[in-house]
Every structure is written in C-alpha cells, then in structure tokens.
C-alpha cells in the first residue's frame, strides 16, 4: 500500500478542490416550517408559497417591485445631530448607529423615495425593522416631513409603509416628539388635498401606530400583520381579561373597521395604483397599455 498516493494525494485534493457552499440559499418560514429556497423566496416577494406567510422585506427590496421597472429616485432627508443626549447603555448610541448601518447597508430606519407608480408621480416612504427596529427617532421624523413636502412640491401622493416598535429610547423626549411633528406633516398633504396612504406591515406598534400610521385617508395592511399601541399582555395585566386568539392582528382590525383592506404583498401594487388613481380623479388603469403616440407621429399617419 503506497500511503503518499493512496491517502496523502487524495486527501490534498479534497481540500482544495472543496467548494464553498453559501449559508443563506434556504430559509425556513416560521410559520409552517416549509424550506424556501432563496430564489423561490425572493420571487414570492418574501412571502412563503405553502401559507402565504409574509416576511421581513427591507424598504429598497419592496419599492423595486412597486415602481415602473423597478426605477425610483431617493429624495434628501436631513440629517439630525447624532447623540443628542449622549446616550449610553451597553453601547454607545453613536456605536449602535453605526452597527446598524452596517447591518442594513442603509442610512436611517426610513428611506423617501419617489419615481412613476403605474405611470404616476408617487412618493413613497418606507421603514426597515432591521435598523433598530424601525424604531422612530429624529431621523425618522425628518424623512416624513421631507416626504410631504416633496409630495406637495410635485403635486404627487405620499404612500407610507411602517413597520416599527415605536419610539428609539435612546432619543428620549426628541424621539417623542417626532409624533406631533409627523402630524403636521400629514396636514401638510390634507391642505393641499393629496392622498396620504398607509400601508401597515408587521409589526406596526407603539407611538407610530398612535400618531401618522393611523392618519391616512385609507389603511392597508398586509396579512397577519401585529398593529397594535401596547402589547397585549400589558393589555390583559391592566383591564384583567383574556383577549382574543387574533387580537391585534391585521384581520381582526379589518372586521372591527379599523383597516380599510387586507391585501397580500404581490397584489399591492395593482391595489395602490387602483386606490390612487380614485383619489386623485384619473381613469381606471388599463393594464397593458402602451404610452399614447407623440404629434408629429400622428401627424405623419394622419397624412398617410
């Protein structure tokens, strides 16, 4: 037995010629426990197949699905001052910023966008519970108003998607009062009589639920969504009573006339196109429509 050629040689090989195999090409859904390979996942926009179970999809990943040819532009929000009350608990605020932004590859948990939506100017805004939570700070603030007031600049309706814990405590007060401020936002878009849409995913909790997620002229929300103020066991330890199975979830506010839909992630664009072209007194989408010919091309075929 030659050791060198029939063990050595073969086990050198086997290193070199071992493959790297990514860790991320399966995901289990939580609900079902129904493997999902990654591409099968990202074409159900995060939503699994087997029970229709809706996933955490970041703000970027959503908005390419919604605007024409996933194409959009993203509007400045202004910066706020980093650690406005020298917070610290195991970490400093400025470190877990800075964590998060490397987690999420993304600025703040909201990101302000706009482009063409079923051929119309749609602003959109967008939080992303990987960044802290999507909890609502100074940032977060900034982006609303920033949105609204791009909104009002190109006459265009703000469509919103929250998905927070609520308030970043480690802003304190300054991150409370981001709620009035949203509010006046919100008004912003009243006067100048545009569409303010809501659209609730999971989870949607605490002082964003009690300030501009509950604003808007129509609330959607997707499915089995939690949308609630306080948990619900802080509700049962206070009024001592047993809630029920679904309470808090978006079916549950549906009957109860808190929402005005529930609708599942890949109908949501048709379904914000539709409500938008109603509020804003356009004709009914025509689905496969092709852009209306420019004058002199009628012309030259009315000459014809």
Known sequence: MNWISNYVR??????FSRRETPDNLWTKCPECGTMLFHRELSEALNTCPSCKHHMHITPRARFE???DGGLFAEVDVPEPPADPLQFKDQKKYPDRIRDARKKTSEHDAMLVVEGDMGRMKVVCAGQNFSFMGGSMGMHVGNAIIAAAERAVQINAPLVLFSAAGGARMQEGIMALMQMPRSTVAVQMLKEADLPY????????TGGVTASYAMLGDVHIAEPNALIGFAGARVIEQTIREKLPEEFQRAEYLLDHGILDRVVHRKDMRNELITIIRMLMKKTPQVHGDLPAPDAPAKEAKAAK
Do not use: D, E, G, R
């Open 10 to 15: 073969p086990k050198i090989n086997s290193i």
């Open 65 to 67: 699905t919604m605007y």
């Open 197 to 204: 849409i809501v659209v609730l995913t999971h989870p949607t």
